[in-house]
């Protein structure tokens, strides 16, 4: 192919999920990068060779390879680990034998969720779970391993075109139930895989550039808000009515991992870098549901149809 020389080689472990997907979409649109997907069944992180050989002759590695199931993992730490933690490790090992970037997609879920502001990128990490503590691992593996080449990228709320997520579940609920209990203690932002994606591309191509400082970068959406307000704001853009969703007390909801109360991450990180910040919240979501998932014909229609028999 003309001019491929010049191209870039980037892998994307993970790449059937969620923000995978989105991320070598965004990509496989530029010119200038040539990107390999490895979803799960493609290569299994967790297995150190395997790993070695993906790896090699790439430039940028981005790892959204991960155990997400926070639950499951209080009940199967060690194999949560062993993605989480020493799989990630594997590929941090892999990117300082061929000198290749990673950047590492981990979570709010390092911290304890006890602030009152914020969390720094510099914060004092605590986490409350066995996914958190798996993560953690992660990170400390790339900070380790990758001093100057390797970027943790922490992010929250995540949801998006592909796969279940809390934006999809609301207005699937919403043609089911005349009403919804949405917990109203939790806080966090809300983050569009896609806005994601272009941001984690934008700092792999300042890393290559020298531009970029290795360490945490924050990777959420500006603002915050609780699961009961970003719940009301899927109804209200949606055209559906907001005081269908009714807020409930974290208590209401028992589940076996302990959520932090408070996940709201600062981004400072992203001007030292050059690279740009993600929109607030409500904007990336009514983009968001503007794609084709969630403005379908007909969806809104049939989420808003119990209002009429029931509202």
């Not at 999920?17 to 010119?31: M, W």
């Not at 680990?81 to 709010?108: I, K, Q």
């Not at 089911?176 to 109203?184: C, E, F, H, P, T």
């Not at 500006?222 to 907001?242: F, Q």
């Amino acid at each position: 192919m003309r001019g491929s020389a010049a191209r870039t080689a980037w892998l994307v472990t993970g790449a059937g999920g969620i923000l995978g997907r989105d991320v070598v979409a965004e990509l496989a649109s530029a010119q200038d990068i040539e990107v390999t997907g490895l979803t799960r069944g493609e290569l299994d992180i967790t297995d150190p060779e395997a790993v070695r050989v993906a790896v090699a002759g790439r430039r940028v590695v981005v790892n959204c390879a991960a155990w997400t199931d926070v639950d499951g993992a209080e009940a199967n730490e060690a194999a949560a680990t062993a993605v989480n933690g020493r799989g990630v490790r594997h590929l941090a090992h892999a990117c300082a034998e061929s000198g290749a970037v990673l950047l590492h997609v981990s979570t709010d879920y390092v911290l304890s969720g006890g602030a009152g502001r914020p969390y720094a990128e510099d914060a004092p990490t605590g986490p409350l779970n066995a996914y958190g503590r798996g993560k953690l691992l992660g990170e400390r593996a790339v900070a380790e391993l990758l001093p100057r080449t390797g970027y943790t990228v922490r992010t929250a709320w995540l949801y998006g075109t592909h796969g279940s997520n809390f934006v999809a579940t609301m207005l699937e609920l919403a043609g089911r139930r005349a009403s919804v209990d949405v917990v109203a203690d939790q806080y966090g932002q809300p983050t569009w895989s896609a806005g994601l994606a272009r941001q984690l591309a934008a700092l792999g191509s300042a890393a290559l550039a020298g531009r970029a400082p290795a360490g945490v970068y924050h990777g959420t959406a500006s603002g915050c808000t609780t699961w009961y307000g970003l719940a009301r704001e899927v109804y209200r853009l949606s055209g559906l009515d907001p005081e269908r969703v009714r807020p409930v007390g974290s208590a209401a909801f028992p589940r076996p991992a302990v959520r932090p109360a408070y996940g709201v991450l600062a981004h400072g990180a992203w001007a030292r870098a050059g690279v740009f910040c993600q929109p607030g919240w409500r904007d990336q979501l009514a983009a968001a549901l503007k794609t084709p998932r969630f403005a379908e014909p007909g969806a809104a229609a049939r989420a808003a149809a119990l209002t009429l028999v029931v509202g």
